[in-house]
């Protein structure tokens, strides 16, 4: 038990020294309006990289009612998400010849924040798409059971009377 005790104590000394180094740096929204400064977005990948997102968010909501089409994005978006460590460090090594600076550092933030997390949102607004089309077949399916008991209620009330 004092294994456990001290390992919980050390957990949480260790907590509280993280917390503490979070609230005393400077305030999040600091930290970000210096990351879009620092950020030239006229540079034309970056530009492109927006409209990419753009454009396959505008498919994804375009195309909601193809259930089949949405997995395959879907998994296209899985994929890219799961590949960004790779294309961070690609374009660690090769940021010369797409841009002015060299925005991809060892964590990868860049790379999490402009590629990685819209494609994760356009991943969300893909599974609560597929969550309502799934609510909607169930409701259609439970008003088809509810008709289909109504009518063989119905026919056996008739076979009743005769």
Sequence with gaps: MD?????????SDALKSKWKEVTEGPPITDQI???????????????GLLSFH???LLMVLLT????NFQFVVFAFCAILVYLAE???????????????????DQYGLFVSVLFSGPILVIGIV???QLMVSTVELMVKW??????HRARKAAQQER????
Excluded: G
């Design 54 to 56: 753009a454009v396959l």
């Design 33 to 47: 309006q210096a990351f879009i400064h620092a950020v030239d977005w006229t540079e034309p990948w970056i530009i």
């Design 3 to 11: 294994e456990f005790e001290s390992l919980l104590q050390s957990f």
């Design 86 to 104: 790779h294309i961070n460090a690609y374009a660690a090594h090769h940021w010369k010849a797409f841009s002015r600076q060299n925005y991809f």
């Design 142 to 147: 439970k008003r088809a059971e509810l008709k």
């Design 126 to 128: 893909i599974l609560v």
């Design 64 to 67: 909601r009612r193809w259930q």
């Design 159 to 162: 076979r009743k009377k005769e």
